[in-house]
T-cell receptor, first 111, second 110 residues
Framework: ETGVTQTPRHLVMGMTNKKSLKCEQH?????MYWYKQSAKKPLELMFV???????ENNSVPSRFSPECPNSSHLFLHLHTLQPEDSALYLC??????????FGAGTRLSVL | LAKTTQPISMDSYEGQEVNITCSHN???????ITWYQQFPSQGPRFIIQ???TKVTNEVASLFIPADRKSSTLSLPRVSLSDTAVYYC???????????FGQGTTLQVKP
């Protein structure tokens, strides 16, 4: 148990659906990240939030829309996704020593 | 951020000590070396972090030579449950940003 909770653990959606991924941490950290991990590929950093402000967006398509309403919660809103967006989406919370605590991830399948 | 190079895969047997070496020739003065472990369909888990010399915790040891251009993760007496992907990363001291590579897939056999 890392202290970072992601829901749902699994999600199947059609290309026209709208869904949201949720990440929650109560570790007192001020920075949270979204990563994407496709099959047999390294983790790709998507978004970086620090003190609820987005500080980095690594050229992620607009069909992915992050939201950070407070330092404990991070969302990833999904709409009009493509089959190639199927992947494991991971959230991480970062402490003052820059150690990242990852959630278990959401396994997303886009049909 | 310094690029890291580590073996793609390694095999070992239960009870053996496993050493995974990582090279990071362009490491900067403020950078730390950090290792993570990842099981299938789970998020990576922090193992150990160090700046120089030797660091040991209840899970592993990390050896860093004086020039800091490489590091070695040492796992004592591995078990089947240590089968996982191990990532070596250089963490920017100022930013904390991580760049994950392919990692080393460790297969522990009975």
């Amino acid at each position: 148990e890392t202290g970072v909770t992601q829901t749902p653990r699994h999600l199947v959606m059609g290309m026209t659906n709208k869904k949201s991924l949720k990440c929650e941490q109560h570790l007192g950290h001020n920075a949270m990240y979204w990563y994407k991990q496709s099959a047999k590929k390294p983790l790709e950093l998507m978004f970086v939030y620090s003190l609820e402000e987005r500080v980095e967006n690594n050229s992620v398509p607009s069909r992915f829309s992050p939201e950070c309403p407070n330092s404990s919660h991070l969302f990833l809103h999904l709409h009009t996704l493509q089959p190639e967006d199927s992947a494991l989406y991971l959230c991480a919370s970062i402490d003052s020593k820059n150690i990242q605590y990852f959630g278990a991830g959401t396994r997303l399948s886009v049909l | 951020l310094a690029k890291t190079t580590q073996p793609i895969s390694m095999d070992s047997y239960e009870g053996q000590e496993v050493n995974i070496t990582c090279s990071h020739n362009n490491i900067a003065t403020n950078d730390y070396i950090t290792w993570y472990q990842q099981f299938p369909s789970q998020g990576p888990r922090f193992i150990i972090q160090g700046y120089k010399t030797k660091v040991t915790n209840e899970v592993a040891s990390l050896f860093i030579p004086a020039d800091r251009k490489s590091s070695t993760l040492s796992l004592p007496r591995v078990s089947l449950s240590d089968t996982a992907v191990y990532y070596c990363l250089v963490v920017g001291g100022n930013t904390g940003k991580l760049i994950f590579g392919q990692g080393t897939t460790l297969q522990v056999k009975p």
